[in-house]
């Protein structure tokens, strides 16, 4: 019987167009917009202005706490400004704007393809190195990996959960990455497994992916204390706390991290570019993005620089298709439209879904009926359809009270709405303020 988590779950359209498309490498456009915000956390802070010359993986902002990460340079060239500009929340926000001259890249990055094995680092180098590296999680959350890789006091870490459930709709990029990738991210697992002085990993498969699985069973045999573990397609498995429960069979508290459970999740991406960072010297300033949609002349997954503007991606597919009615940063489930094709690449995003007008158009809203699908359908045991209402109504001492920060807004709930109501969207509005509140009272 295959593993999965028990609350809640949906299971939309898998719509996994570009699954069968190889990574391409997408050149480096004239120019780019680097946001020195790509992260969970307090922004970096510019270290480079107008005038200057960069090389390909020089740092370019530094990170200004220790919940923050280094920004790199993804090209070579002259810097125009220090400015801002709005990226996929729609908010301006500071970057660095760079045009792009040659492609010269910092000397002591290793650009050969020769897979390295071999490292002799400590745990505490390691996490260093990664630091540096301003690496974060790749799978959406964008939280700093050197951070995770530091449980708190009295907390220690028994096994490293490794995600590879890609369960967005769409979505294909950690796909391909597993399999052209393969053993770069069993090394990096290797490399994580050291930091965090853990001897198991588990690799969260879902068997939607059967090449990958099959790939990874037999390379990790090679490799000490590695195991794959085939999950249910059910969509949010991706989620930490899903992941934990499918796998371990442990379950997160409320308010919890996944430590609680001696658990730390980490994405294949994220592996990935830590193989590349203490393996190879390379920075994390390029991921693979999806580009897809039904109406998308070919559906593809490309290596893409941090900046580039999303106008690129799109153009590198055949164009924007005539019946467009939204350009989606990220999958149709969890991810957020955007209102221009300027805005650029950075280290969270996994996906650019282009929805054709009949598919993006909302329903008209009718009353709640009653029928709570919404509850069996929250993966956190939630009340969707009361979070919606006292965030409407503006009453976020309840709102904290019936645990709305537990949200993981996976947009389970209004998948499943016959009322066609936003409860996603009320329910990301209060947790915002109920977030504010929160930290209001810690000052």
């Not at 071999?118 to 505490?124: N, Q």
């Not at 995770?148 to 709709?169: D, H, Y």
């Not at 597993?178 to 697992?189: H, N, Q, S």
């Not at 059910?234 to 308010?255: M, N």
């Amino acid at each position: 019987m295959l593993k999965t988590f028990k609350k809640g779950g949906v299971h939309p359209p898998e719509n996994k167009l570009s699954a069968g498309n190889p990574i391409e490498v997408l050149p480096p456009p004239a120019s780019v917009f680097i946001p020195v915000a790509q992260h969970i956390g307090a922004p970096a802070t510019p270290v480079v202005q107008r005038g200057d010359q960069v090389k390909t993986g020089q740092i370019i902002a530094k990170s200004s706490s220790f919940v923050s990460t280094n920004i790199h340079s993804s090209v070579s060239g002259k810097v125009k400004k220090v400015d801002f500009q709005a990226d996929s929340s729609g908010y301006p926000k500071q970057g660095i704007l760079i045009d792009v001259e040659g492609d010269e890249w910092v000397e002591d990055i290793d650009r050969t393809e020769e897979l390295k094995k071999e490292f002799d680092l400590d745990g505490a180098e390691i996490i260093k190195k990664i630091q540096e590296a301003g690496i974060v999680g790749l799978g959406g959350a964008t939280f700093p990996t050197h951070v995770k890789l530091v449980p708190p006091k009295g907390m220690k870490a028994e096994v490293l959960l490794i995600n590879g459930v890609e369960c967005e709709p769409y979505l294909t990029s950690d796909h391909r990455l597993m399999l052209e990738k393969t053993d770069e991210i069993l090394v990096g697992i290797q490399l994580l497994k050291k930091a965090l002085n853990v001897k198991k990993a588990v690799i969260g498969i879902e068997n939607n992916k059967a090449d990958a699985i099959q790939l990874l069973s037999q390379k990790s045999k090679e490799y000490e204390g590695i195991d794959i573990a085939v999950l249910k397609v059910k969509y949010p498995q991706g989620g930490e706390k899903q992941l934990i429960k499918a796998v371990t069979g442990r379950e997160v508290p409320s308010g919890g991290l996944p430590i609680a459970v001696g658990a730390v999740v980490s994405n294949v991406g994220t592996a990935f570019a830590v193989y590349e960072a203490i393996q190879k010297n390379k920075p994390l300033f390029e991921r693979v993005v999806t580009i897809t949609g039904k109406g998308v002349a070919k559906p593809s997954n490309f290596r893409v620089r941090m900046g580039t503007p999303t106008s690129a991606l799109v153009e590198a597919t055949g164009g924007l298709p005539e019946d467009t009615g939204k350009i989606i940063s990220g999958g149709p489930m969890m991810g957020r439209a955007i209102a221009s094709l300027d805005v650029p690449v950075t280290k969270g995003t996994s996906g650019i879904l282009l929805m054709k007008k009949e598919e993006s158009k909302r329903e008209e809203v009718i009353a709640c009926i009653r029928c709570s699908r919404c509850v069996s359908a929250c993966p956190m045991g939630l009340e969707p359809y009361l979070l919606m209402t006292l965030a409407e109504k503006q009453i976020f001492d309840r709102s904290e009270d019936n645990k709305i920060m537990d949200c993981i807004e996976c947009g389970s709930c209004s998948y499943t709405c016959p009322s066609s109501r936003p409860l996603l969207d009320y329910i990301r509005f209060g947790k915002g303020k109920v977030g504010e509140i929160i930290r209001s009272r810690k000052k």
